[in-house]
């Protein structure tokens, strides 16, 4: 594959990545600020949903791509911003994975919860707030990561 189609697929799902994340993100955390229990249901299921069919996806491309291009372009492995860009990477995935955990056990929580018209428990807000601050790590990385995708400074 050349050097462009691989470079479009790598910005392709990497704006997959990140635009699901957020996407995802402010969807879930209004719904459940918004304490309806069966909004939250609904979308808690579809963000679990977007992580499997997008996320999940797009996890697996961007190193392939992303190894591809440095191996078309020629760059070493040892370059800082590609190592601070694998790093951080790491780092977001490292916060990812607890996430969907979470994600899977507060949607079981909310169709629960919705289906006995009932609030939701204390562990779900609990597990909500565990979930906004692994959020906060992994949207940063990745913002750095773009940047230095772009930038790929010396």
């Known amino acids: 594959m050349d050097y462009l189609t691989v470079k479009w697929l790598h910005i392709l799902s990497s704006t997959f990545l990140f635009g699901t994340g957020i996407g995802s993100a402010f969807y879930m955390l ?4 918004s304490r309806d229990v069966r909004a939250i249901a609904v979308v808690v299921r579809y963000v679990v949903l977007a992580d499997w069919l997008f996320t999940t996806t797009t996890i ?13 372009a020629g760059f070493p492995l040892t370059s800082k911003w590609i190592v601070w860009s694998i790093a951080l990477y790491f780092l977001a995935g490292a916060c990812w994975l607890p996430v969907v955990w979470l994600q899977i056990r507060m949607r079981r929580l909310a169709r ?14 609990r597990y909500l707030r565990i979930w906004v601050i692994l ?12 940047y230095l995708m772009v930038a790929k400074p010396a």
């Open 112 to 125: 629960e919860a919705a289906e006995k018209d009932v609030p939701l428990p204390a562990v779900y807000w």
């Open 60 to 72: 697996i491309i961007q190193p392939l791509t992303g190894f591809y291009l440095i191996h078309l």
């Open 30 to 33: 209004f719904a459940s600020l």
């Open 135 to 146: 959020g906060i790590p992994a949207f940063f990385s990745l913002v750095v990561v773009f």
